[in-house]
Structure formats: structure tokens, C-alpha cells
């Protein structure tokens, strides 16, 4: 049974473009949430995707929109990428969106910016 | 928001149990209190979770104080695959975690 996958593993970027970054959640998991993780810090919450829809989203700017498909599987999009957004991206899967789950993380996407 | 306070660093002789403490005086009641470990920079493991009972499972045990205001993980024989970094954070019903900067625990042979 795979467990969380993302892609690319590692990503490098110029400031003002744009990056989609992909994620597949556990088998039998509907719910994706998407987390930023600077270095030496925890990850921070960006927003989460149920039923195809954003339900919570984080302190983060409109340059970070997300999708989720019918498959569940969940896309995260930053635009006009600057030198802060370095850093490394987790996805995160669970079933429902109940505080009782048990939530499993992919091995994330390292992105750098030059 | 809840926020938690952990010790930035802890070392644990080999085969002896590593207790993890947690401040969360801020909880509310609806909230669990969840514990990740990262290693490496790879994605969070999940360890173990509750609200206010005990807990343990093959890995860990979960301490929650009777008033919820802080926690304890324990590995109860440390291994040095256990090196890695520790987080308490809670979980609201919207399902967000809120990490703080975790403890760094070495094992120590």
C-alpha cells in the first residue's frame, strides 16, 4: 500500500516564475493538506483540500492556490516565486476532516529559488 | 491559535527510556494533541495522538495531564534510529496542525 507520494522530489526555480508542485495521497484517503517548511523551522499549515474545495487555508498570499481532482490526488501552485519561498513543501493526507485522524505526510518537494 | 513550548534539545542513553515534554497550556478542550518526529528533513512521521486519556501504541506512549495543560512522549527503549526531531502540536477540528520548532533528541550509544 504506497503511502503519500509527491513530485519532483527537488526543484529549482528563478524568482518570478511559476511552480506547480504534485501530490497522491495514501490509498483510501480524501483529504490533502499542504505545509511550508523553512529550515531549522516546524512546517507551517498553507491550506487544505476536501471534496475538491479549499476548507482551511493558513496566513499565506494568493500566490499559493492549490487543486485537488476527482481522484483526490492534489496539485500546489506558487506564482511569482520569490527568494522566501524556498524551502520544503509536505504534503499531508487524511481521511476526513475530523480532529480524531491520523494524518500521514509525503517526503516532500525541497524547492529553491535563485 | 493553541501554542505549544518544548525544550529545544534532549539527549538519551541508548536502551533507556526518552521522556519528550510538552507545554500546552493553551488547548482547548476540543482539541488532540498530536506527536510527529522528523528526520532528516524528510516528511513528519505520525507517533501517537489523544485528547485526554493515556495512550500507547507499538512505538510510544502518551502522558496527558489531568488538566490537559501539558503532555509527555515516551520511547520507552531509545534506539538511535530514534534521533530525529520531535513535535507536539495540536489538532483543531479543522484539521490543521500548528508545529512549533520541536525538540532535537540524540540518542546516545
Known amino acids: 500500500d504506497a503511502g503519500v507520494t509527491q513530485s519532483p522530489t527537488h526543484l529549482i526555480k528563478t524568482r518570478g516564475q511559476q511552480v506547480t508542485l504534485r501530490c497522491s495521497p495514501k490509498?483510501?484517503?480524501?483529504?490533502v493538506s499542504w505545509y511550508q517548511q523553512a529550515l531549522g523551522q516546524g512546517p507551517q499549515f498553507i491550506f487544505q483540500?476536501?471534496?475538491?474545495?479549499?476548507?482551511q487555508r493558513g496566513n499565506f498570499p494568493d500566490r499559493f492556490s492549490g487543486h485537488q481532482f476527482p481522484n483526490y490526488s492534489s496539485e500546489l501552485n506558487v506564482n511569482a516565486l520569490l527568494l522566501g519561498d524556498s524551502a520544503l513543501y509536505l504534503c499531508?493526507?487524511?481521511?476526513?476532516?475530523?480532529?480524531?485522524?491520523?494524518?500521514?505526510f509525503g517526503p516532500g518537494t525541497r524547492l529553491t529559488v535563485t | 491559535d493553541a501554542k505549544t513550548t518544548q525544550p529545544p534539545s534532549m539527549d538519551c542513553a541508548e536502551g533507556r527510556a526518552a521522556n519528550l515534554p510538552c507545554n500546552h497550556s493553551?488547548?482547548?478542550?476540543?482539541?488532540?494533541v498530536y506527536w510527529y518526529r522528523q528526520i532528516h528533513s524528510q516528511g513528519p512521521q505520525y507517533i501517537i495522538h489523544?485528547?485526554?486519556n493515556n495512550e500507547t501504541n507499538e512505538m510510544a506512549s502518551l502522558i496527558i495531564t489531568e488538566d490537559r495543560k501539558s503532555s509527555t512522549l515516551i520511547l520507552p527503549h531509545a534506539t538511535l534510529r530514534d534521533t530525529a526531531v520531535y513535535y507536539c502540536?495540536?489538532?483543531?477540528?479543522?484539521?490543521?496542525?500548528?508545529f512549533g520548532t520541536g525538540t532535537s533528541l540524540t540518542v546516545i550509544p
Open positions: 499531508a493526507s487524511s481521511s476526513g476532516t475530523g480532529a480524531n485522524y491520523e494524518q500521514y
Open positions: 493553551t488547548i482547548s478542550g476540543n482539541e488532540y
Open positions: 502540536t495540536p489538532r483543531v477540528l479543522g484539521n490543521q496542525f500548528y
Open positions: 490509498s483510501g484517503h480524501d483529504t
Open positions: 489523544g485528547l485526554k
Open positions: 483540500y476536501y471534496e475538491e474545495e479549499e476548507r
